[in-house]
């Protein structure tokens, strides 16, 4: 997907997001966050918000410390964050193609625009899923592009870094088969942090399949797992261990 999209992805989740935080009010219970009440989940979206807006309009090119928002300057938690989305879309989409500044994850194309724009779709999809959860409604599904290209950044970004926890005494291969696309991981676990391929080569000693879209929220640990083949322990660690901090 390109930067285009991502973008529009972003717009619509924050709308949807705000939406339901609106209607479930500030003290709802979010049940997919445990703890969480949605000033909660709209405290910590808007502030990564706020953290990686900076990133691109300053060109910081160091990481900066991520800090949950205590301040929301006196306003009510969904007008602040209506504000700092819009805020965050603006800087995205004004920003030039080339822009330099940091990034935590290696980038599509060597572009931190596309890395930004990228992780802040799919970091307030999943949260908007968390506040259509805390309204009781059924969670809006995503395009089986987008959750695909989710699911590759979590399995081949997020945990190829060396903080990832799901790791295996011995070798076995773990397979993500989405069943309505031809997109296929194959994470190789062991001791150090996994290392997944897109392919299917070789055995799996457990398979996760479903369609994009559930298998996206279900790796975020939001859904169950559609369909378990093989060893199920395996499963039971991702589930287990595969938070991301």
Same mark, same amino acid.
Request: negative net charge.
């Given at each position: 997907m390109?930067?285009?999209h ?7 989740a924050?709308?949807? *997001?705000?939406?339901a935080? !609106?209607? @479930?009010?500030a003290?709802?219970d979010v049940?997919?966050?445990? $703890? ?7 405290? /910590?979206t808007?502030?990564? /918000?706020?953290?990686? !807006?900076?990133?691109?309009?300053e060109?910081i090119?160091?990481?900066?410390p ?10 009510e ?7 700092v989305?819009?805020r *965050?879309?603006?800087t995205?989409?004004?920003a030039? !193609?080339?822009?330099?500044c940091?990034?935590?994850l290696?980038?599509?194309?060597a ?15 999943v /949260? ?8 009781g409604? @059924?969670?809006?599904?995503?395009? @089986?592009?987008? @959750?695909?290209d ?12 060396s903080?990832?926890r ?10 993500v ?19 997944t ?6 055995p799996a000693?457990a ?5 994009a879209?559930e *298998?996206?929220?279900?790796l975020?640990?939001?859904l ?11 499963a039971?660690?991702?589930? !287990?261990?595969? $938070?991301?901090g």
């Amino acid at each position: 997907m390109d930067t285009a999209h991502h973008l529009e992805a972003l717009d619509m989740a924050g709308r949807l *997001l705000a939406d339901a935080a !609106e209607r @479930a009010g500030a003290d709802a219970d979010v049940p997919t966050c445990p $703890g969480w009440r949605v000033r909660d989940l709209v405290r /910590h979206t808007g502030a990564v /918000h706020v953290w990686a !807006e900076a990133f691109v309009r300053e060109r910081i090119t160091g990481p900066r410390p991520f800090e949950e928002t205590s301040d929301l300057d006196g306003k009510e938690p969904t007008y602040w964050y209506r504000d700092v989305h819009r805020r *965050l879309l603006a800087t995205l989409a004004d920003a030039p !193609e080339g822009v330099v500044c940091w990034t935590f994850l290696p980038a599509p194309n060597a572009s931190p625009l596309a890395f930004w724009t990228r992780r802040q779709a799919h970091e307030t999809t999943v /949260h908007r899923f968390d506040a259509q959860a805390a309204l009781g409604v @059924a969670p809006d599904p995503v395009d @089986a592009d987008f @959750a695909a290209d989710g699911i590759d950044e979590l399995l081949r970004g997020f945990h190829a870094r060396s903080r990832s926890r799901v790791r295996t005494v011995a070798p076995r291969v773990l397979r993500v088969r989405c069943s309505d696309t031809d997109a296929v991981w194959s994470v190789r676990l062991s001791p150090e942090p996994p290392v997944t391929t897109l392919d299917a080569e070789g055995p799996a000693d457990a398979e996760l399949s479903g369609t994009a879209n559930e *298998l996206y929220f279900a790796l975020w640990n939001r859904l169950p797992v559609p369909h378990i083949a093989g060893d199920r322990a395996l499963a039971d660690l991702w589930r !287990e261990r595969s $938070g991301i901090g």
